[in-house]
């Protein structure tokens, strides 16, 4: 058994976090959460959280870094806003989902071969190739990187998806490739 | 009326039969739906999961587009599309240091953006009250003994409500109101549907869609009702995988909102993809 050290000293803490993410375009109102949990409350996946997201803001706020970083609550939501339009204080904490998994994925400190950061990866990387977003090479990829197995359980429902012409083998792209690479290219600069 | 068309990825593939039934549900109402040229990909969520200021940028270039064509609406069916291409708008508008990254980006490739796009679902269109008296004129065949559990999603009123209650919206229940069906009441109406977790974490994603699929049965509905792509796909396609998992013995038909309106208008079954379900039909049809 591995024994670790359970609580934090306070100067282990990063105080810098939170200003920083108050500083990010939709992070402003983090600091006026009053802790009620409407977000937790109304969140259909916080049941599933390894941290709901109520409690993710006093950790943000009590300057636990890495810990809300690698957290699998920020890659678990949905996008679905429930939270956003609940919260009293306006702090638009899907938002402030989205600022934590670009950190996360930029201090490279996502949970490796977690499906859902994976998907994102490879959805990025093709739509910033081709343009567009062709379903079934995605699926391809992202079960190959994390569940091959998995192919045998989808076979029935591509079968069906065939057979109704929902399927494009095609990969899909668009004419103007150059335009939009010197758009995303100059976004780097 | 003429209005710019951003179909979207989805629509493209799995989601056929929603731009099939929507194009030609739209002309009846003489609204024409012209696709702008060589858009992109609207990077969905999850791009903006991996950089946020590409994410716009991607949207951007879509905007630009649909303004170059001088109408100020850009239709665009899906949710996830709607959401994005709104968020970018706004977040170019809000933040000067978001505008100003965007606006050099379009110009390095010879574009600009000059902030007077309107993105508007298909829903949108349909909600005052002279285009619902439209639609019932239309009406040949009312949907008598149709029972329909009306599923909006989350993002088409979240979190910009812009034409109806995030909570508890109701354009598409008048909508089927007016075409004579019977419009299920529920509190589930934007209850999320997972999203792309049944792609990724199956068991949360099947769970989201099981919860929805057994309110639609408990409340005796016959079919339910959707407004975007994904939500379509996860609560038809995964119907007998979640039968599976959950011991349950669903069989509930999910059309899109425009493929119920054609079936009232009595428009062909190929002008509206009904030949695309995966769960048959057959009840449904013979009750109306």
Redesign the interface.
């Known amino acids: 058994m591995e024994i670790n050290k359970r609580i934090k000293y306070e100067k282990e803490l990063d105080d810098s976090f939170w200003r920083w993410i108050v500083s990010t375009?939709?992070g402003e109102n983090v600091e006026q959460c009053i802790q009620c949990g409407m977000c937790s409350g109304s969140c259909?996946?916080s049941i599933?959280m390894d941290y709901t997201p109520r409690r993710l803001i006093a950790m943000i706020k009590a300057g636990f870094k890495d810990e809300v970083l690698k957290s699998f609550t920020i890659?678990?939501c949905?996008?679905?806003?429930?939270c956003?339009?609940q919260c009293p204080m306006n702090i638009?904490v899907?938002d402030l989902m989205?600022?934590l998994?670009?950190k996360a994925?930029e201090n490279k400190k996502y949970p490796k071969r977690f499906?859902?950061?994976v998907?994102?990866?490879e959805?990025?990387n093709m739509?910033?190739k081709k343009?567009?977003?062709?379903?079934?090479n995605l699926?391809f990829k992202?079960l190959l990187k994390t569940n091959p197995l998995k192919f045998f359980?989808m076979a029935?429902?591509g079968l069906?998806?065939i057979k109704?012409?929902?399927?494009?083998f095609k990969s899909?792209a668009?004419?103007?490739i150059k335009?939009?690479k010197?758009?995303?290219n100059?976004?780097e600069e | 009326m003429e209005y710019n068309y951003y179909p979207g990825?989805?629509v493209?593939?799995?989601?056929?039969?929603y731009e099939e039934s929507l194009i030609n549900t739209l002309k009846e109402l003489n609204i024409e739906l012209n696709e702008i040229e060589?858009?992109?990909?609207c990077?969905?969520?999850?791009?903006?999961?991996?950089?946020?200021?590409?994410a716009f940028?991607?949207a951007?270039?879509n905007l630009s587009l649909a303004e170059k064509n001088n109408k100020s609406d850009l239709i665009t069916p899906c949710s996830a599309c709607y959401?994005v291409l709104k968020k970018a708008d706004d977040?170019i508008k809000?933040?000067d240091?978001?505008g100003k990254?965007?606006l050099?980006?379009?110009k390095?490739?010879?574009?600009e953006y000059n902030g007077k796009v309107k993105v508007k679902h298909p829903l949108e269109l349909l909600t005052n009250d002279s285009m619902i008296e439209d639609i019932k004129k239309r009406v040949k065949k009312p949907l008598n003994g149709w029972k329909v559990f009306c599923y909006y999603g989350?993002?088409i009123v979240?979190?910009y409500?812009d034409f109806d209650d995030?909570?508890y919206p109701m354009s598409l229940d008048n909508i089927m109101n007016a075409l004579g069906a019977e419009v299920v009441d529920h509190p589930f109406k934007?209850?999320?549907c997972?999203?792309?977790?049944t792609?990724?974490?199956e068991d949360?994603g099947l769970r989201?869609n099981y919860i929805l699929l057994y309110e639609a049965q408990v409340r005796g509905a016959n079919c339910v009702t959707t407004v975007c792509p994904l939500c379509q796909f996860n609560l038809e396609?995964?119907q007998?995988?979640i039968n599976k998992q959950y011991k349950s013995s669903f069989s509930i038909p999910v059309l899109y909102f425009s493929q119920i309106m054609g079936i009232a208008f009595g428009l062909p079954r190929e002008k509206l993809g009904l030949?695309?379900?995966?769960i048959s039909l057959k009840t449904l049809l013979e009750v109306a």
Request: with cysteine; proline share 5%; aromatic share 8%.
């Open positions: 375009p939709g259909p996946l599933y890659w678990l949905s996008s679905c806003y429930t956003t339009i638009k899907t989205y600022i998994k670009q994925i499906p859902i950061s998907l994102s990866k959805f990025f739509v910033s343009g567009r977003n062709t379903e079934i699926v992202l359980g029935s429902l069906k998806l109704t012409g929902r399927m494009n899909d668009i004419k103007n335009q939009l010197t758009i995303l100059s976004i | 990825c989805s493209k593939g799995t989601g056929k039969h060589d858009w992109n990909c990077g969905a969520t999850t791009y903006m999961s991996i950089n946020e200021l590409k940028a991607l951007a270039r959401l977040y809000k933040y240091q978001i990254k965007i050099d980006a379009l390095s490739a010879g574009m989350c993002q979240r979190p409500p995030p909570r934007t209850r999320c997972g999203g792309s977790l792609g990724t974490i949360v989201l396609c995964y007998s995988k030949n695309r379900s995966i």
